[in-house]
Nanobody, 127 residues
Framework: QVQLVESGGGLVQAGGSLRLSCAPS????????MAWFRQAPGKEREFVAAISRSGGSIVYADSVKGRFTISRDNAKTTVYLQMNTLKPEDTAVYYC????????????????????WGQGTQVTVAL
């Protein structure tokens, strides 16, 4: 069983930056593709970014390309989401997700492809 714990959320002014962290535990982290999703009030959960287990394959939602960067440090068993030039529309609860390697190694953009989820961390971007 993989447990995921997100941290780094908070309140920031528009144009500012935050870095989210996700620390999985329970199984070898390096074997899992990882992703970030977010959910704003009244909206469905949406894909943000995903990274393969090696870090060699990365995908982003169009809405965050050029502003957000996903990365991972397998030695520290942590995946990061660096968020720059934040906008009010980025306000949401951000979730870390892990994909069981038995289902495949390619990072996916849909939530049903992921097997383990964190509890979420709130990001609020103020004007």
């Amino acid at each position: 069983q993989v447990q995921l714990v997100e941290s780094g959320g908070g309140l920031v002014q528009a144009g500012g930056s935050l870095r989210l962290s996700c620390a999985p535990s329970g199984r070898p982290f390096s074997s899992y593709a990882m992703a970030w999703f977010r959910q704003a009030p009244g909206k469905e959960r949406e894909f943000v970014a995903a990274i393969s287990r090696s870090g060699g394959s990365i995908v982003y939602a169009d809405s965050v390309k050029g502003r957000f960067t996903i990365s991972r440090d397998n030695a520290k068993t942590t995946v990061y989401l660096q968020m720059n030039t934040l906008k009010p529309e980025d306000t949401a609860v951000y979730y870390c997700a892990a994909r069981d390697p038995r289902r495949g190694l390619v990072p996916k953009m849909t939530s049903y492809e992921y097997d383990y989820w964190g509890q979420g961390t709130q990001v609020t971007v103020a004007l």
